[in-house]
């Protein structure tokens, strides 16, 4: 996922003067450390001790790549939104790399901090990329 999401990025910057594309780092906790002001990150609080998730505003019609710094010990989840049995990919947290004990509850949060890339789709839809 982590290799997909950075070769997406890495095409997207080869033409980065054609086609807009934003990015931002933020801290574990959600706020801003550098980037574009454009992309807003909100924290939502768990009913579980040690767990929150987070949502990006929308902004245009933008999609987003979400990457942790360290993604060697995490793994990203998906929220459930009003007890629905599906995740929501809209809401997300990290969370530690199982190590395959079996417990019951829901896994603490990971602090980690995490950057945020976004392109608008169409533009995406129509790169062109010359060998």
């Known amino acids: 996922m982590i290799a997909d999401a950075i070769a997406i990025y890495e095409l997207l910057t080869k033409k980065w003067s054609e086609y807009k594309v934003i990015s931002a780092l933020f801290k574990w906790d959600g706020t801003r450390i550098a980037g574009d002001e454009n992309i807003e990150v909100k924290k939502h609080p768990s009913k579980e001790q040690g767990t929150w998730y987070y949502s990006i505003q929308e902004y245009h019609d933008f999609i987003f790549i979400r990457i942790p710094t360290n993604p060697s010990c ?16 809209r809401y997300f947290r990290y969370v530690d790399i199982s190590d395959g004990r079996l417990y019951g509850g829901i896994p603490a949060n990971v602090k980690v901090d995490f950057m945020i890339i976004g392109y608008d789709p169409k533009t995406f839809l129509n790169i062109k990329e010359l060998q």
């Open 74 to 89: 995490v793994i990203e989840k998906a929220g459930i939104v009003n007890d629905e049995r599906s995740g929501d990919s």
